[in-house]
């Protein structure tokens, strides 16, 4: 029995190919999605994703042993593509027999994916159009999630709405597409359930659970902060791609807009070159999210968030929040 019923029908899919009771991912949080957030997570019946970001294999290492100490339940792992120990890193995941590996942040470099399978992981891509979402299942993806604008971190440039009008119709019959971006209420989940979605993948909602490790002073600044106050990064300079990070504005998105204009300058002048330019402003971002989410500093850091924050309020355990969506999810389904 299940409280649930229609819901658990619609994610049955999901669910079976995560290995978890409910298809609802926590998607991986640079800094939050460690062992607590990510046991909880898979605990209390959602699928937890660790958050590998910069880490070294060593680190990563650490991260998993410790999660499988909270937790008897799977989870996951989020590879960044760009890390410069990427095929290490999954090594470390193979190792410990991760049974499902998240590919993020840009196309899967040559023979991971083969590298991952090989391992006996289940690869997750993240494709941000129905072209490349054809050529990550072509190239051996399980599962792919969708990810829209309203989302916080790293974004695309369009909507989880049209993304999902987009994938979901020409895939989700044959494929599992999960859906994420802007999710708060079961209501969306359910909405996305009934056009094909094999599950869904929240962030913001999840960073400020009980168990997550933020800061006191970040959580405060989600429980504080409404929809619009969770804006894209603006590109300065055409020379220097910015990958549009959503978060909450504060000093610190403003500076970045100077971080920037300095960076273009010592460009014109020779004093850097083209990489070197372009990996300090991505490494702007990477110290910023550290300094908000462990040091608390909620002026400097990078308060990485999407729009759903008006939704959060308070801080829950995760179980509420899960429990939550479900119920609001079921009581959608049950009107139709
Ligand atoms: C603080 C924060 C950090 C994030 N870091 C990552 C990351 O390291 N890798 C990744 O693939 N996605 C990252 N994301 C995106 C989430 O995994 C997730 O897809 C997103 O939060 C879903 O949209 P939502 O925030 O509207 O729920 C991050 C999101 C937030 C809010």
């Not at 942040?105 to 129905?130: F, H, N, R």
Request: glycine share 10%.
């Amino acid at each position: 029995m299940t409280a649930y019923p229609r819901a658990h029908a619609l994610m049955k899919r999901g669910a079976e190919f995560l290995g978890s009771e409910y298809a609802i991912l926590c998607g991986a949080m640079s800094w939050v999605s460690e062992r607590n957030l990510v046991s909880a997570i898979s605990n209390a019946g959602g699928f937890g994703v660790i958050a590998c970001g910069a880490m070294t294999p060593e680190l990563l290492d650490a991260e998993i042993t410790a999660t499988k100490a909270l937790t008897s339940k799977p989870f996951g792992v989020n590879l960044i593509t760009m890390h410069p120990g990427l095929f290490d890193l999954i090594a470390v995941c193979a190792r410990h027999s991760i049974g499902l590996v998240v590919l993020a942040g840009g196309i899967p470099p040559k023979g991971s994916i083969e590298a991952l399978k090989e391992a006996g992981a289940k690869v997750i891509c993240i494709p941000p159009t129905l072209a490349l979402a054809k050529k990550y299942l072509r190239s051996g993806a399980d599962a792919l999630v969708i990810e829209g604008m309203e989302a916080g971190g790293h974004i695309g440039p369009v909507s989880t709405s049209v993304l999902a009008q987009e994938i979901l119709p020409e895939l989700a019959a044959d494929h599992l597409i999960f859906v994420a971006g802007g999710i708060g209420r079961g209501e969306a989940i359910a909405g996305y359930l009934e056009m094909g979605a094999a599950g869904v993948q929240l962030g913001t909602r999840f960073a400020c659970a009980t168990e997550s490790i933020a800061h006191p002073a970040f959580k405060s600044a989600f429980f504080r902060g409404n929809a619009r106050d969770a804006i894209a990064s603006v590109q300065v300079d055409p020379r220097l791609p910015v990958i549009p990070v959503r978060a909450l504005k504060n000093k610190g998105t403003e500076e970045f807009t100077a971080k920037q204009l300095e960076v273009a300058k010592l460009l014109d002048s020779g004093a850097i070159e083209m990489g070197e330019a372009q990996l300090q402003i991505e490494h702007y971002w990477a110290g910023a999210l550290r300094r908000a989410v462990i040091d608390g500093d909620v002026e400097n850091g990078s308060l990485m968030a999407g729009q759903s924050v008006g939704m959060v309020s308070k801080e829950e355990p995760v179980a509420d929040i899960i429990a939550t969506l479900m119920q609001e999810c079921e009581a959608a389904l049950a009107k139709r």
